[in-house]
């Protein structure tokens, strides 16, 4: 645990600070708003106390109910790992900051965190789906995405439908699939 750390990150972000700084054996931890992710994230990649030039990740939260970006960030000026949450989105409309304008590689990141949860990253020159096709209209990871066959977190304990399904064009595919339904 670095208290060195602690105090450097506390006498810089104090008011923009969310929630006490939580420290864990080699991990420490901040909160902040969405729209402070900018400032912060230039400070502690630029100002020579802080120096996390290391984007290790950064992934999309649902925690049912808010929308959260987390981003892990190394320093060779610090033993511990800095975990960054941007906390409090809406679950209506996740939007946060790119932050491409520091680490060109967060690109990927943030489309992924798009694709899986439906967050918007402003300032993300190609924004767009990774994994799901182009027009596919949910987001597999949040919460509220229901499965046809979920009957027991469903309302009502009922089927909800989320995504239509295709048949398939080739008559044996069509009858194999029947078959395996049945």
Known sequence: MDAALKRRLQARFGERLTAPIHQRHDQTEIRIGPGD??????????????????????????????????????????????????????????????????????????REAYDMFGITFEGNRDLRRIYM?????????????????????????????????HTPTNAKAATLIRKTRA
């Open 37 to 110: 992710v900018p400032d912060v994230v230039r400070t502690l990649h630029d100002e020579a106390d802080f120096r996390f030039i290391v984007l290790a990740d950064l992934a999309g939260v649902d925690t049912g109910s808010v929308m959260q970006v987390v981003y892990h960030l190394w320093s060779e000026t610090s033993s511990d790992w800095l975990r960054v949450i941007a906390d409090g989105l809406s679950r209506e409309d996740p939007r946060v900051p790119s932050v491409t304008f520091l680490w060109k590689g967060a690109e990927w990141m943030e």
């Open 133 to 165: 096709p182009p027009d596919y209209q949910s987001f597999p990871l949040r919460k509220d995405f229901f499965l046809p066959d979920d009957a027991a977190r469903s309302p009502g304990a009922g089927v909800r439908h989320m995504e239509q399904s």
